[in-house]
């Protein structure tokens, strides 16, 4: 079964940046296509950034512009680099991985942005 770890969240104050790693137990290069998603108390997951297999990405319009989602083949994570954060992006992230027929997501990541 396929594992992903998100690492990097933390609490920060608005404007300022966060990394966030999804470390997988396969290659990543496996996958069809990885994401980031985030959820705040009562109200269901969202995306924030995907890509393909090909290196399609795709963001959520309220990110756009402040996200970037890579991948790292030496570290065989999928990063998502988040700058001029604001209060609004407080959540919990989550990885998620599309593998033949199965999506695994990881267990999650909390972000915290103070304003």
């Known amino acids: 079964q396929v594992r992903l770890v998100e690492s990097g969240g933390g609490l920060v104050q608005a404007g300022e940046s966060l990394r966030l790693s999804c470390a997988a137990s396969t290659s990543i290069f496996s996958f069809k296509a990885m994401g980031w998603y985030r959820q705040t108390p009562g109200n269901e997951r969202e995306l924030v950034a995907t890509?393909?297999?090909?290196?399609?990405?795709n963001y959520a319009d309220s990110v756009k512009g402040r996200a970037t989602i890579s991948r790292s083949m030496a570290k065989n994570t999928v990063d998502l680099q988040m700058n001029n954060l604001k209060p609004e992006d407080t959540g919990v992230y989550y990885c998620?991985?599309?593998?033949?027929?199965?999506?695994?997501w990881g267990q999650g990541t909390q972000v915290t942005v103070s304003s």
């Open positions: 890509m393909t297999a090909g290196g399609t990405t």
């Open positions: 998620n991985g599309a593998l033949g027929a199965s999506l695994s």
